[in-house]
T-cell receptor, first 111, second 116 residues
Framework: GQQVMQIPQYQHVQEGEDFTTYCNSS?????IQWYKQRPGGHPVFLIQLVKSGEVKKQKRLTFQFGEAKKNSSLHITATQTTDVGTYFC???????????FGKGTRLSVIA | DGGITQSPKYLFRKEGQNVTLSCEQNLNHDAMYWYRQDPGQGLRLIYY???????QKGDIAEGYSVSREKKESFPLTVTSAQKNPTAFYLC???????????????FGPGTRLLVL
């Protein structure tokens, strides 16, 4: 079945540093979604990208969808301790299949 | 106050025992899902249901069973056949995913299952 590969698995940064997580697929995706799960919590939807080359921003978070619709990235500028958690990408490639989640990137921010 | 509720928050299972995890939503969503999450791992799909009285196996359905008798409810039973059930179980719902493939999923707070 379809898989979305997410890297890195873990990332430790000093507060104020930038952070990027990447999501890659071998097949073309119809859309990609990003979720955040705080420690001990549940995943919460952040954003959805649909168009080739799309870029969306939410305050310090920048989301990109690749031109070929096979990859996506989430970039956080000047991380804060509130950014701690695991970030998941999720995608549907085509047809009537449910979302497939990546394994996530766990972000730790050192104050 | 709309949302998804899961109960209990923590559940302890004895060897050879079946246990049922509850999931209820009042978002009027057609589709519901069950995921298993192990420490440091991603989300693995157990079962999903698009409409009442219909459900499909996900990637790791062995040792689990579900029912969908009501739109609002999608209980998951962890049977004794599931040899390693200790995990965090998450229920989610969305509008009917075939509509556009763009529906987002809303997650419940989860149930932590521990085997005694």
């Amino acid at each position: 079945g379809q898989q979305v590969m997410q890297i890195p698995q873990y990332q430790h940064v000093q507060e104020g540093e930038d952070f990027t997580t990447y999501c890659n697929s071998s097949t073309t995706l119809s859309n990609i979604q990003w979720y955040k799960q705080r420690p001990g919590g549940h995943p919460v939807f952040l954003i959805q990208l649909v168009k080739s080359g799309e870029v969306k921003k939410q305050k310090r978070l920048t989301f990109q969808f690749g031109e070929a619709k096979k990859n996506s990235s989430l970039h956080i500028t000047a991380t804060q301790t509130t950014d701690v958690g695991t970030y998941f990408c999720a995608a549907i490639n085509s047809g009537n299949t449910p979302l497939v989640f990546g394994k996530g990137t766990r972000l730790s921010v050192i104050a | 106050d709309g949302g998804i509720t899961q109960s209990p928050k923590y559940l302890f299972r004895k060897e050879g025992q079946n246990v049922t995890l509850s999931c209820e939503q009042n978002l009027n969503h057609d589709a519901m899902y069950w995921y298993r999450q192990d420490p440091g791992q991603g989300l693995r799909l157990i079962y999903y249901s698009q409409i009442v009285n219909d459900f499909q196996k996900g990637d790791i359905a062995e040792g689990y069973s579900v029912s969908r008798e009501k739109k609002e409810s999608f209980p998951l039973t962890v049977t004794s056949a599931q040899k390693n059930p200790t995990a965090f179980y998450l229920c989610a719902s969305s509008t009917f995913y075939r509509t556009s493939g763009r529906e987002t999923q809303y997650f419940g707070p989860g149930t932590r299952l521990l085997v005694l």
